[in-house]
Every structure is written in C-alpha cells, then in structure tokens.
C-alpha cells in the first residue's frame, strides 16, 4: 500500500510544497469522484469511495505540520508513544509550569492582553518546534524528531486551552 507522500505523488520530506499537495489531492479527487462512477458497479463505486477517504485522511495529515511530522517518524519506525513515554526536558517542564501560571493569571484576572501575550509566545514556540522537527525530519533523524513531537504534543493541547480562555473571556 502506498503511504500518504506516494498517494500524491510528493518527495518523503517534511519541508512540503503545499500548492502541488493541493493539486494532487484535486487531482485524486477528480479521478475518484462519484459522478464519474455513476453507470459503474456496486464493487467500483465502493473502491472509488475508499479512495476519497483515504486521500481526504492523507490530506489532512500531510497538511498540517504537526500531523505531517507525527506521520513521517512512525512511517520511519519511531512509534511517538504519547502516551507511555512523557519524559520532557527540564527547561520544557519549567517553561509548561510559567504559561500554565500566565494562563490562571490572565483567567482569573480576565487579562485578555496577558492572554495575547501567552498566546503569541505559544505562537513562536510552536514555530520555533516546528523548524527545528522539520530540519531533523528532513536529515533523518527520525528518532530525535520524534522527541520534539511529543513536546509539540503539549504546546499543541495547551494551545487549545488559551483558544478556550479566549473563548471564555471574549463571551
């Protein structure tokens, strides 16, 4: 089975063209819609669909950054295990506690410019995570990538809980 770069016929780099992505996809999505399957049968309409849901899938994972580096490490056999292996970096655990403290302090005070702030500090790690696992990803070390994304992991639900905060406060 061909993996999500094959599908779209894309170089196996995490440094990704999105415009051609776009195109291939369209272009799968064209060979594979159902108005083209209209006198086909049962079997063919059902093969046809299987296609589009598997390019929507591999759409999604390779255009999102995030999505995109989780896949390429367990593509190249480093399981992320998110779950089991939580070991972080004593800066990283330090800097988690420093936002998580910013974020209470801007909750209970309804800062939304403290929010703002975190929120844009968030913005630059996650970029600055995300160059860093791109460089590692494309030169193939796949295992210390792996290490960033599990970190990204974090930044990422911690996002969503300032996307919350805001949520909350600007009601």
């Given amino acids: 089975m061909q993996n999500h770069f094959e599908l779209f016929q894309l170089p196996q780099r995490f440094t ?3 415009t051609a992505l776009d195109q291939a996809y369209h272009e ?3 060979q594979t819609h159902p108005d083209r399957f209209v006198n086909a049968t049962a079997a063919e309409k059902r093969v046809a669909m299987q296609w589009t ?3 929507n899938e591999a759409y999604q994972i390779l255009k999102s950054p995030f999505k995109r580096a989780a896949y390429m490490c367990e593509l190249n056999g480093v399981a992320l295990q998110a779950e089991s292996n939580t070991a ?5 655990l330090m800097q988690q506690m420093e936002w ?3 974020l209470d302090d801007a909750r209970a005070g309804k800062n939304l410019e403290a929010l703002e702030q975190l929120d844009r500090e ?8 995300l160059q860093h696992i791109g460089a590692l990803l494309d030169a193939g070390d796949f295992e210390k ?3 960033f994304v599990r970190q990204l992991m974090f930044l990422e639900k911690f ?3 300032i996307s919350n905060a805001f949520a909350i406060l600007e009601s």
């Fill in 16 to 18: 990704l063209d999105t």
């Fill in 28 to 30: 799968v999505q064209n």
């Fill in 53 to 55: 849901t598997r390019a």
């Fill in 88 to 92: 972080m970096p004593a800066a990283f």
């Fill in 100 to 102: 998580r403290e910013m």
């Fill in 122 to 129: 968030l913005r630059a790690a996650r970029r600055a995570d």
């Fill in 145 to 147: 990538a792996a290490q």
């Fill in 159 to 161: 996002g969503e809980e």
